[in-house]
T-cell receptor, first 113, second 113 residues
Framework: DAKTTQPTSMDCAEGRAANLPCNHS???????VYWYRQIHSQGPQYIIH???NNETNEMASLIITEDRKSSTLILPHATLRDTAVYYC??????????????FGKGTMLLVSP | GAGVSQSPSNKVTEKGKDVELRCDPI?????LYWYRQRLGQGLEFLIY????????KSGLPSDRFSAERTGESVSTLTIQRTQQEDSAVYLC???????????FGPGTRLTVT
């Protein structure tokens, strides 16, 4: 799986949009971009994933550049409960539909009042 | 519905003792994964079960580690003759067939003294 680069930490004011960047310049054509987060003392939580097109769900939006070398996770109205480590992963999903996850260091997002 | 549950939430054991960790996946999820996360580190894949297929044990760090799963339900991870380096949070995740989203449990924090 391709390697990703994320900032170590970011701050965001409550109610503002949090924009978390991720570089994945070596991504290959069949690799998806996934985002997970891990709130302190909890298991990781799936947020969103995409291949080429921008995606949106009830938690966040994912913006992938046209060359797919980078992406941005957007939390439109950050709350204190969004304080967590955010992991950007690129991975191939095999035909069987199963593959394991490998997290790097991620970005520690601190949402402040 | 109910998420992935794990027990115990915390386990303190003496070096050399055996421990058994339990995971109850989401009902209907055919794939089950065990990961380990040391303090301040990313996820380390241990083992996964896919339906009735032979499990992928490629991530188990030593023969002291073993895991079982009964059908598509409960799984147990057993660590024999625990060592201090086994201290970590052990996370279980499950996913539906051909679903790329893994849902994590809260983890078991294992401390070997």
């Amino acid at each position: 799986d391709a390697k990703t680069t994320q900032p170590t930490s970011m701050d965001c004011a409550e109610g503002r949009a949090a924009n978390l960047p991720c570089n994945h310049s070596t991504i290959s054509g069949n690799e998806y971009v996934y985002w997970y987060r891990q709130i302190h003392s909890q298991g990781p939580q799936y947020i969103i994933h995409g291949l080429k097109n921008n995606e949106t769900n009830e938690m966040a939006s994912l913006i992938i550049t046209e060359d797919r070398k980078s992406s941005t996770l957007i939390l439109p109205h950050a709350t204190l409960r969004d304080t967590a480590v955010y992991y950007c992963i690129v991975r191939v999903v095999p035909p069987s539909g199963y593959s394991t996850l490998t997290f790097g260091k991620g970005t520690m997002l601190l949402v402040s009042p | 519905g109910a998420g992935v549950s794990q027990s115990p939430s915390n386990k303190v054991t003496e070096k050399g003792k055996d421990v058994e960790l339990r995971c109850d996946p989401i009902s209907g999820h055919t794939a089950l994964y065990w990961y380990r996360q040391r303090l301040g580190q990313g996820l380390e894949f241990l083992i996964y079960f896919q339906g009735n297929s032979a499990p992928d044990k490629s991530g188990l760090p030593s023969d002291r580690f073993s895991a079982e799963r009964t059908g598509e339900s409960v799984s147990t991870l057993t660590i024999q003759r625990t060592q201090q380096e086994d201290s970590a949070v052990y996370l279980c995740a499950s996913s539906r067939e051909r679903d790329y989203e893994q849902y994590f449990g809260p983890g078991t924090r294992l401390t070997v003294t």
